[in-house]
């Protein structure tokens, strides 16, 4: 495997579900990144890890829990969600440590979830 | 408040017809202003960093470049193959480490 690499690819789930979105990089970088994407609107970051540290929780629902056990991998907890929270969920990685030099963030293919 | 704005939202084109998408943006101290290119269902590719007014990047078709208030992504001759939505996005020397989004244009090139 090579890159950024998540798991699953698609999500069907109902509000009362408990489900984990899975995200590997395999780069060597040190920070992950989750956002949010829906239709026609930018990017929202949600979750920031910077040395498996979480350094950024950008006003995200409860219902969202991250988890991060080591600077490879990154896990996102879902569980009683809403379906406005469908929408096309991306991992991303970067280089350097939060707060160091430009970080280009290199993104993996998402996971489209669906709440029903 | 750092913000980021990209025009056209849409852009059609004939292969071969060369355009730019533009990527306006009011931040406080730019650290540096990416382009990234997205296909339908697939997470974005990076496509280029710029860092400072005056430079520029060109990869295949495409080239960016920056000034202190927008950047352009010029395309010449394109191809079918380079359709699909193109992300701005940047980051601020006060903004931590957000990287701030635009809402993206959607390039449809037709043969």
């Known amino acids: 495997e090579t890159g950024v690499t998540q798991t699953p690819r698609h999500l069907v789930m109902g509000m009362t579900n408990k489900k984990s979105l899975k995200c590997e990089q395999h780069?060597?970088?040190?920070?992950m990144y989750w956002y949010k994407q829906s239709a026609k609107k930018p990017l929202e970051l949600m979750f920031v890890?910077?040395?498996?540290?979480?350094?950024e929780n950008n006003s995200v629902p409860s219902r969202f829990s991250p988890e991060c056990p080591n600077s490879s991998h990154l896990f996102l907890h879902l569980h009683t969600l809403q379906p406005e929270d469908s929408a096309l969920y991306l991992c991303?990685?970067?280089?350097?440590?939060?707060?160091?030099?430009?970080?280009?963030?290199?993104f993996g293919p998402g996971t489209r979830l669906l709440v029903l | 408040e750092d913000q980021v704005t990209q025009s056209p939202e849409a852009l059609r084109l004939q292969e071969g017809e060369s355009s730019s998408l533009n990527c306006s943006y009011t931040?406080?101290?730019?650290?540096?202003l990416f382009w990234y290119r997205q296909d339908p269902g697939k997470g974005p590719e990076f496509l280029f960093t710029?860092?400072?007014a005056g430079e520029e990047k060109e990869k295949e078709r495409l080239k960016a470049t920056l000034t202190k208030k927008e950047s352009f992504l010029h395309i010449t001759a394109p191809k079918p193959e380079d359709s699909a939505t193109y992300l701005c996005?940047?980051?601020?020397?006060?903004?931590?480490?957000?990287?701030?989004f635009g809402a993206g244009t959607r390039l449809f090139v037709k043969a």
């Open positions: 991303a990685s970067s280089q350097d440590k939060v707060g160091g030099p430009l970080e280009t963030q290199y």
């Open positions: 780069l060597g970088h040190n920070a």
């Open positions: 890890y910077s040395l498996e540290e979480r350094v």
């Open positions: 931040v406080s101290g730019l650290r540096g």
């Open positions: 710029l860092y400072s």
């Open positions: 996005a940047v980051q601020s020397n006060t903004g931590g480490f957000k990287t701030i």
